[in-house]
C-alpha cells in the first residue's frame, strides 16, 4: 500500500520546483506508464488500484484506493495507474539532419502536441529555449502519448545552441518566404517561436532562412496556432524532393 | 444593466439543448466580440464590464459586474467582454473546390482548430456529421480565434452527402496511400475521423482515394492528432502542382 508520505510527494510533482528538486516526473494511464517502463526511463514508484494492478508490466505495484489517486492526479477522470519515474540527466547535444528549436512555447498542450510531432517525424532532438513550459508538465505528458520516450528534449540557452551550431537555422515566421517556393536544406535547425509573439528579436538575428506558411483564404486568420505549423513544416522539410 | 433573466439565459447557453432551444450561443473577449459584430452573424446581447464598454464597436452595451460575468463565462478568467449572437440558419450546401468533412470528431480544440485551418487555406464549407461536437460549444468558439466568421458550417448526415456529392471523396487513413506518391485530385471533399476511430465504416466504403501521412520515425507513435493531421492534408492539398 502506498503511505501518506508517497502520496505527498507525488502531490508536490504537479509543481516544476518540486520535480526539479527531487528529480522526479509523474504519467498517467496504463499505456503511457508501460510505455515508460519499457523505455530507458527509471521507475521510482509504481501506482495503481487493485482493478488495474495486473495491467501493469511491472512486479514492485504500490496500491492505492481511488479516492487517494483523485487526490494526486492531475486528471478529471485518473485511470488507475500512475508512474512516478526519475527526470534523466541531459544528455550532450549532437546535432545531425534535422533539429527543432522552440523560443519560449507556452502552452503545455502545444509542447505535447510537438513532441508527438517529431516523434512521428523522425525529429529525435527538441532542443527547447528557458522559457519554453517544461516538458515533465503533467499536461504536456498527456498530450505526447507516451512520445516522450523516443525524443531527446534538451533545455538550454537557445542563443549560444544557435551561434555555436554549424547547421543552417530556418525559423517559422508570419511574413516568411513562401515554403513552397523555397529550397529548404537536407539539414538544419527549424526554430518555431511564442504562441502571441512568435520567435524573439534576438533568435531572429540568427535565422539565416524565414520560412512562411502560404495562407489561402482571404487573409483574415492572423496566424496559425504553433503546433499545427509545426506539422506543416516538419512534413514540408521530410517532402521528398 | 444585464437583468438576472439574461444571466439566467447566457448560463443556460453553456448547454447544447438550451443553445438549439434558444437559437443563441455566446463568444468571449473584446476581438471576437467585434470580429462577430463586424459579421453577418447577428447579435442578441452584448455585455462588458465598465472598465472595457468603451472598446466594444457597438452602441447597445449592457453592463455587467465582474462577479456576475465571472459565473456566466466559460473561462477561468473571463475577458470583460461577452457577445451573445443568433444561430444562423443552416445555408444550402453549394459544394465546389475542396470541401472539408469531420466524421464524429469529439474534442472541442480540435474543431476548433480545424475551423481555424479551413480560414487559413481558404476551405469556405466544413461538414460535421450529426455525432461532432457542435461548433458554438464555448470551447470550440475560443479556438476558433474568430474563424467562425469565415467558414460556413453544416451538421447533416454525413453519408447521405457524400453519396450525392459529385467531387471525388478522399479520406485520411493510417493504412492509407502514401500522399507524396498520389495525384491528388482539384477538388474534392476531404473526410477525417474521429479521434480514436479513425472514419467510420459506413463512410469508408464511399471514399475513392485513401491519403495516409508518411511516417519517418521508427514507427512508435500510433496516430497524429486529427487537428495536425488535418493542417497537414489541407497544406498537401493546397500545395502548387
Redo the contacts between chains.
Sequence with gaps: MVSKNQLKLIKSLHQKKYRNLHGLFFVEGIKTVNELLNSSFKPHLILATALERNRLEYDDVLEVTEPDLKNISALHTPSGVLGVFEIPRQAETDFKGWVLALDSVQDP?NLG?II??C????IPQLICSKGTVDCYNPKVLQAT???IT?VIIHYTDLQTVIETATLPVCGAFMDGEDM?HMDLPQEGILVMGNEANGISGTIEKLVSQKVG??????G???S??V???T??LL??I???K
Excluded at 516523434?119 to 523522425?122: E, Q
Excluded at 506558411?213 to 482571404?218: N, Y
Design positions: 498542450g502536441t508527438r510531432l516523434d512521428w517525424f523522425g502519448m507516451g512520445s523516443r513552397h506558411i502560404p495562407q489561402f483564404g482571404e483574415h486568420t492572423e496559425l496556432n503546433a499545427t505549423a506539422a506543416i512534413s514540408e521530410r517532402r521528398p
